[in-house]
């Protein structure tokens, strides 16, 4: 009991004075997990939008393997990364296994089914009537995508917010890409894995509350914007 | 613009909902379009805007199929008309936009057409809170704003008060003399197409 209190103390310590490496791994965290959803949301918001709007042969069954890869394990996704930039591998070559860059395709690639799922099933549900409005006042098919953006912004940020959390909540990816190395790729979730098996419990606490703080405070600003448009 | 329609079928899953063998929108003719409730007024109209070209038959547009540049051309005020989220004057303003009107002129055009359909007091207000009436004013206005040769009309003046309903019909006729265009106007109300259109055409 006593131990946990301690604990509690020190984290709070770590927190309050900005130790170096506390805010290190804080911050590399957070450039890797929105540098995931930035990338994956240029390709996720058109393609999102397209497949929505599109009427073709076999939509059912893309919708279907769609919504199925919505979630999909993260070990599995940071394994089917580790063999493609392995040193064997067809991307070995750029040697960029064991570096924050493979952290971010990882999550990228993580999050990019969820992101997508999401802005197509927002799309194809609501979607078709803003096109068909944006058609009839004479708009392009460009034109008609910007519309469709504008007018689900909020929907949208709320579907990369999704993305995002699950980005920075992950373990499995980021520590088979990343490889947990100390003052390179240890993020949030892996330090604390890591911390825990050494039985030091400080630096983990310190970063669960920060984990914790960053989701609510994420959220909390999400649903205020959102709100009022509803 | 002139329209024409040849042995027309639409079918939803192998369920026939409209059948026309011919008809004819005269060039610069008020029609009023009647009918029972799903009698298929609104899919004709669909059909009709270029928004559904998945039908048997033919509809020709002064004598030649739809083309994408007709879009330019039709305006259609839908039986639900989706306003966009943002305020009535930009809603109004967007036809204009998307065509590359410079603003000076746009913010013209859109004054006086608030002015018409009498909701300049509502110009800053926000889409989502109009009320049903308000909503298919500024609907109106907004497919009013790019000036277009056929303007179809799905029950457009059911919410809004009768009074109200005499100015938009001046409105719309002063429009129609300006401008020679084709009206399709569906209602429910006999009176209203008997004294509004030029001839009156029921769907069964
Ligand atoms: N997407 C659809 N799928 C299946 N049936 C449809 C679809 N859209 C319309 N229908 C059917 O087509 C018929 C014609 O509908 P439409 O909306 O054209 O009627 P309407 O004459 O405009 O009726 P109202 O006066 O009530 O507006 C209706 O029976 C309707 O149920
Ligand atoms: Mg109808």
């Not at chain 1, 919504?67 to 940071?78: D, E, L, Q």
């Not at chain 2, 079928?9 to 029609?31: M, P």
Request: charged share 20%.
């Amino acid at each position: 009991m006593n131990e946990i209190a301690n604990g509690f103390i020190k984290a709070f310590w770590m927190i309050v004075s900005f130790d170096p490496e506390l805010y290190e791994i804080i911050i590399r965290s957070l450039v890797v997990s929105l540098s995931a959803v930035m990338i994956s949301s240029l390709f996720c918001v058109p393609l999102g939008i397209w497949l929505g709007l599109k009427r073709f042969k076999g939509k059912q069954l893309i919708s279907r393997l769609l919504y199925a890869s919505m979630s999909t394990p993260s070990v599995v996704i940071g394994l089917l990364i580790l063999l493609m930039l392995s040193r064997r591998g067809p991307f070995g070559f750029l040697g960029l296994l064991y570096t924050p860059s493979a952290m971010i395709i990882a999550q990228t690639v993580l999050v990019t089914p969820l992101v997508l799922g999401l802005i197509y099933h927002t799309v194809k549900q609501r979607g078709r009537q803003i096109q068909q409005e944006g058609l009839l006042l004479g708009a392009d098919s460009f034109q008609v995508m910007i519309l469709i953006i504008r007018e689900f912004k909020m929907d949208f940020l709320v579907h990369l917010i999704a993305g995002f959390s699950r980005a920075i909540s992950e373990v499995g990816a980021v520590m088979i890409v990343g490889g947990n190395i100390k003052g390179s790729t240890r993020v949030m979730t892996t330090t604390i894995a890591l911390m825990n098996s050494m039985g030091e419990y400080d630096m983990s606490i310190a970063l669960g509350v920060v984990l914790l703080l960053i989701s609510l405070l994420v959220n909390i600003v999400v649903y205020k914007e959102a709100e009022p448009w509803k | 613009m002139e329209i024409t329609v040849k042995n027309l079928l639409k079918k939803y899953n192998d369920k026939t909902v409209l059948k026309i063998l011919d008809l004819h929108f005269t060039k610069g003719q008020i029609t009023g379009l009647l009918g029972d409730n799903g009698s298929g007024k609104s899919t004709l109209l669909h059909i009709i805007s270029g928004l559904d070209l998945d039908y048997e038959g033919e509809v020709l547009y002064e004598g030649a199929c739809f083309k994408e540049e007709n879009r330019q051309l039709i305006g259609m005020v839908s039986q639900k008309p989706y306003l966009f989220k943002r305020s009535v004057y930009d809603n109004i303003e967007y036809p204009l936009k998307v065509r590359g009107v410079p603003k000076q002129i746009r913010q013209e055009k859109v004054h006086k057409l608030m002015k018409n359909m009498n909701i300049e007091a509502i110009s800053r207000q926000r889409a989502e809170t109009l009320s049903g009436g308000e909503a298919q004013k500024v609907a109106l206005a907004r497919a009013l704003a790019a000036r277009p040769a056929l303007l179809l009309l799905d029950e457009t003046t059911s919410n809004i008060h009768e009074d109200a309903v005499l100015t938009i019909e001046e409105q719309l006729k002063v429009y129609h003399q300006e401008t020679n265009c084709t009206i399709i106007f569906v209602t429910h109300n006999r009176m209203q197409a008997e004294r509004f259109c030029d001839q009156c055409i029921c769907l069964n």
